[in-house]
DNA sequence: CTGAAAGCGCTTACAG
DNA sequence: CTGAAAGCGCTTACAG
């Protein structure tokens, strides 16, 4: 026998309630454990239940009570190790709570993510998490998620009409984080200190970008415009960029880097231009990436906690179905900075 | 005004029908594409749908037809970047397809890979993709899958009963894998090569061990038992072991790894005891993760392309959905040998 | 404590 | 070409 051969149809409440003769709507009850129900009753019903292996239809369930019992995660890089954790994270909180997590993945492209939301949207999750596409926008993105369906922005700024709050929003605390790393690296001597890749337009270099302009004022230090290097946030491009750092005189002899990729890259290109990354040129990174510590050298980091903050979406966007009249939450998540032997003190000027 | 707010309900189809005057059927025509209507009255029903923003209600939709138009996706550890990509390759291939992913991830704990199944099936999945945590069984997975939902089993296999071909199967070939990495290790020169890492009742484990196995005996070259060294399958792990490589004289001059991670253990536990892996040790891992290409030395591997299994993996299921009669099909995907600096000749005797 | 009836938002023969 | 009617598998007042 091919199991995958539907040898009888499958079976429904009406099935149950027949073969031990009570109506659907007693089998109903008996399901939701309401203490309506007699206990031999319902021991007659549980039986019944076992004995034809009956599955709960979620989905007519939900039809009829007007509900639903999943929740729409779409994620802008699922091969990136980082938001990977971060969608296990929200997928166990989400599947704690009970409800089914609808996947959707964009690969960083504002089109594929204005199809994904169309489809998932048709599916009606009860809320959405979105870790936007670079590029995408507000609008559009309402325009697929409706009036309807609470919707949590994730990690990056998504454009937004002004002071209109339209979503709920959690972020990492870039300009902290890119603060700890500025201080760490003043602390150790530095005082020509770069800050190296991301691009400009992104909201998430901007917040770094003044956090680390930010120490450098409160430290009295200058930062050189010459000094703030953009890159692709890829390991690739921040190997090419190297030269930059090393254009003009006096060149910095520190770097905090956008995030780790670009360190890694940093510390590429630096070795390939003859400089030892950790013993002449110092290096921060951000992300905490399982790479970071074991490259060489180790890289002193931010580390942001992937799967928890993934956690912490689930629960935001459970709450927001709880309380939906309430006004948009904008959620900061707290770094750390974690030293490790890249962040050396400056060699003899 | 709070978008959270339902200010007015949603939008069904019969809102549509009222608002230019057809039946609730007419409109279903139109939304499923029906060449039957009248093109003027398909203008002004799609008028009416633009104006009032409806959203299709798939899920009632798949109750009435007897359909579905979800598949899940269970996987053991997302947090894993191999699996996080076969994932991201999995949730491409199916939302082209025009299904929605459900999500499931058991960390690896058949009691949670229980609990996920358990609660995916009731949302009703055209198709299950599992990949199996540790540990489970096959007649557990049944018991929760059902009869009624084709199952297609990647990477592990799960115990079956003997011949009852109960499920499709998708793995990645580990003998041939094996064997090609053990054969070029042989051809720079090696003789005395060990298999290390993995815990031998796993089934990829022995597969490997098989192809490992089988260059030796080609080869003519004698495997001494003290060789076959086991670990979980973890970096950590593997850097413990490293000394009982160097148990027993004469010791290996190479070692064919179980996978990446305990390539890079290995790597660790050479280094700290005074070896330079890729100069008087040679070895090799499994996987090409990321940070293979990029370690020091850069690590010979096997590649196994995690994002077109995942693609492969849905084609394989949307292809069962539409032959449930057809045999079971075991499907093995192929692997590439990957040479880089770490696997290097035997240093001087 | 249990059952009959209506209805969630769709689709699909069947008439006309 | 369009509409009236029944029904997918559930739940929920409402009677009794």
């Not at 951000?286 to 002193?300: K, M, R």
């Not at 966007?317 to 032997?341: D, S």
């Amino acid at each position: 026998m091919s199991r995958n051969t539907p040898q009888r149809r499958k079976v429904t409440l009406a099935d149950i309630a027949q073969g031990c003769d009570v109506s659907r709507a007693t089998v109903s009850l008996v399901l939701r454990g309401s203490p309506l129900v007699n206990s031999a009753t319902r021991a007659r019903v549980e039986a019944e239940l076992k004995r034809q292996g009956y599955v709960y239809n979620r989905a007519a369930a939900n039809l009829r009570r007007r509900t639903s019992s999943s929740i729409g995660l779409v994620i802008n890089d699922l091969g990136n190790p980082f938001f990977a954790e971060f969608a296990a994270g929200a997928d166990e909180a989400l599947a704690s709570a009970g409800y089914v997590t609808l996947l959707g993945n964009t690969g960083e492209s504002p089109v594929r993510q204005q199809a994904v939301l169309n489809s998932l949207i048709e599916h009606g999750p009860a809320g959405i998490i979105l870790s936007p596409a670079e590029g995408s926008e507000g609008d559009q993105v309402l325009a697929a998620v409706g009036m309807h369906t609470p919707l949590l922005v994730f990690n990056r700024e998504l454009p937004d009409e002004e002071g209109a709050h339209r979503w709920d929003t959690l972020e990492m605390d870039n300009e902290h984080g890119a603060r700890l790393a500025t201080e760490h690296l003043i602390s150790l001597g530095h005082q020509r200190i770069a800050f190296f890749g991301g691009h400009r337009d992104s909201s998430s270099v901007e917040q770094r970008r003044r956090g680390y302009a930010g120490a450098m004022r409160d430290a009295g230090l200058k930062v050189d415009p010459a000094w703030l290097i953009e890159s692709a946030p890829t390991r690739l491009e921040a190997a090419r960029q190297t030269g930059a750092l090393f254009a003009r005189d006096p060149a910095p002899t520190a770097a905090v880097c956008y995030n780790d990729a670009v360190a890694l890259g940093l510390m590429l290109g630096l070795t390939k231009r003859g400089r030892r990354p950790g013993e002449d040129f110092a290096l921060t990174g951000f992300d905490d990436v399982a790479e970071a510590s074991v490259c060489v050298p180790p890289l002193t980091t931010i580390a942001v906690d992937p799967r928890g903050l993934g956690r912490r979406s689930a629960e935001l966007i459970l709450e927001r179905l709880g309380n939906p009249e309430t006004e948009a939450a904008y959620t900061i998540a707290p770094v750390r900075l974690v030293v490790r032997e890249s962040s050396c003190p400056p060699s003899s000027p």
